[in-house]
């Protein structure tokens, strides 16, 4: 029982890092494409 909850919370943390990770790619491109849109 506690060895399943374990391996729950496991993969909750992980699809959480997955998602903060897209959101900061997303963010980064977001800002990357208004840089170069400012310098040109």
């Not at 990770?21 to 849109?37: E, F, H, Q, R, W």
Request: proline share 0%; aromatic share 8%.
């Amino acid at each position: 029982m506690l060895s399943c909850i374990g391996t729950m919370l496991k993969i909750f943390n992980i699809c959480i890092f997955y998602k903060a990770l897209l959101a900061i790619l997303l963010a980064n491109s977001v800002i990357n494409n208004g840089d170069a849109t400012s310098q040109q």
